[in-house]
């Protein structure tokens, strides 16, 4: 079975630019979640995505956006970028039965705010 | 406020020693508790994850505990291995209706294993 894939791997963009990043689950995950991980703040819950709906939101601000398709690949949007965002987006998959369902992460996409 | 603090900040061990991470957690209301392993460049792997009635875990060479009561979780690296090394991250879950919940994450503690 294929792991989290994660597009592209790599992107560099200038301050004001908005970004997509894709992430495509393991088949029959039904649940994405979004992470930013930066050297000083570690690891971030960004968001969480189950059939298509938001389930649970951390403490980013609206900039920060995402949606689910129906297959359940899901894209994180980030508008007027600013030199912070600079950080890997990890995307996770997971089931969706249960709160102590395991979570498969991608590789992650390195993002370079100029 | 939810915190989750992990020690030691980064440790290097020998090959074939055993070595302890530790854990500290305020978070409510509680739902589980993961230790994850991330190698360099790469997204984290799920080691181990526990519940409130849990004590201990296992996953190969690697033996989670958690406390409820004071808080506390660490996770016990047996024999270690070259490929250990890597950043060791601890994750509650404060609750909530789903998978995630409300995540609340460490800042990891980095093993470096050496020959």
């Known amino acids: 079975k294929a792991g989290v894939t994660q597009t592209p791997r790599y992107l560099i963009k200038t301050r004001g630019q908005q970004v997509t990043l894709s992430c495509s689950p393991i088949s029959g995950h039904r649940s994405v979640s979004w992470y930013q991980q930066t050297p000083g703040q570690g690891l971030q819950f960004l968001f969480e995505?189950?059939?298509?709906?938001?389930?649970n939101k951390g403490n980013f601000p609206g900039r920060f956006s995402g949606r689910q398709f129906s297959n359940s690949r899901s894209e994180m949007n980030v508008s007027t970028l600013e030199l912070g965002d600079s950080a890997l987006y990890l995307c996770?998959?997971?089931?969706?039965?249960?709160?102590?369902?395991?979570?498969?992460f991608g590789p992650g996409t390195r993002l370079t705010v100029l | 406020k939810n915190q989750v603090e992990q020690s030691p900040q980064s440790l290097i061990i020998l090959e074939g020693k055993n070595c302890t991470l530790q854990?500290?957690?305020?978070?409510?209301?509680?739902?589980?508790l993961r230790w994850y392993k991330q190698d360099t460049g790469r997204g984290p792997v799920s080691l181990t994850i526990m519940t409130f009635s849990e004590n201990t875990k296992s996953n190969g060479r690697y033996t989670a505990t958690l406390d409820a009561d004071t808080k506390q979780s660490s996770l016990h690296i047996t024999a270690s291995q070259l490929s250990d090394s890597a950043s060791y991250i601890c994750?509650?879950?404060?609750?909530?209706?789903?998978?995630?919940?409300?995540?609340?994450f460490g800042q990891g503690t980095t093993l470096q294993v050496k020959p």
């Open positions: 996770a998959s997971n089931i969706g039965q249960g709160r102590t369902d395991t979570q498969y």
């Open positions: 854990c500290n957690y305020t978070v409510s209301p509680f739902s589980n």
């Open positions: 995505y189950f059939s298509e709906t938001q389930r």
């Open positions: 994750v509650v879950s404060a609750g909530g209706s789903s998978n995630t919940g409300k995540l609340i």
